[in-house]
């Protein structure tokens, strides 16, 4: 009778990683969300990731850029982020920042792809010696501010 188990708990182990490999690549991630990213970054690299509550969260550089991605556990993807320069900034969110935001500095900017729309989301600081909390403002891919990202996103 013992001389059955082993090679019972062996096949069994042997059937146990065989199945892993179908679900998991080498990086981890399982292989629809794998999939989701090599479709939008094929030259990914550096890649590392963290599980979030319903999400992968994934740090890349693609063709010299850093990216954030965000791709649900079903392999959708939810959200692609890029750190952009003040400078690459439509001019008419540039002066709607200026005009209702006098006292703020612009502190980051990126340009996300969020469930298939594209916007700009801007981190503003109050200056130096300026009342005021930090806040991050949204505006469309057009320049047209939408509110700040809890009141766009529902974070």
């Given at each position: 009778?013992?001389?059955?188990?082993?090679?019972?708990?062996?096949?069994?182990?042997?059937?146990?990683?065989?199945?892993?490999?179908?679900?998991?690549?080498?990086?981890?991630?399982?292989?629809?969300?794998?999939?989701?990213?090599?479709?939008?970054?094929?030259?990914?690299?550096?890649?590392?990731?963290?599980?979030?509550?319903?999400?992968?969260?994934?740090?890349?550089?693609?063709e010299?850029?850093?990216?954030?991605?965000?791709?649900?556990?079903?392999?959708?993807?939810?959200?692609?982020?890029?750190?952009?320069?003040?400078?690459?900034?439509?001019?008419?969110?540039?002066?709607?920042?200026?005009?209702?935001?006098?006292?703020?500095?612009?502190?980051?900017?990126?340009?996300?792809?969020?469930?298939?729309?594209?916007?700009?989301?801007?981190?503003?600081?109050?200056k130096?010696?300026?009342?005021?909390e930090?806040?991050?403002?949204?505006?469309?891919?057009?320049?047209?501010?939408?509110?700040?990202?809890?009141?766009?996103?529902?974070?």
């Open positions: 009778m013992h001389r059955f188990i082993l090679p019972f708990i062996l096949s069994l182990v042997f059937i146990a990683c065989q199945e892993s490999k179908k679900t998991q690549t080498n990086s981890g991630l399982p292989l629809n969300v794998e999939a989701t990213l090599k479709h939008e970054f094929p030259n990914a690299v550096e890649i590392e990731w963290e599980k979030k509550n319903k999400h992968y969260e994934v740090d890349l550089i693609s010299g850029e850093s990216f954030e991605v965000d791709i649900l556990f079903n392999g959708d993807l939810r959200k692609i982020e890029k750190k952009i320069n003040v400078d690459d900034l439509p001019n008419i969110i540039l002066n709607h920042v200026n005009l209702n935001y006098p006292g703020y500095s612009i502190e980051e900017v990126e340009f996300l792809k969020y469930n298939g729309n594209s916007f700009y989301e801007l981190e503003i600081e109050p130096h010696g300026v009342d005021g930090d806040m991050e403002i949204v505006f469309s891919k057009e320049g047209l501010y939408l509110g700040t990202e809890r009141e766009v996103f529902n974070n």
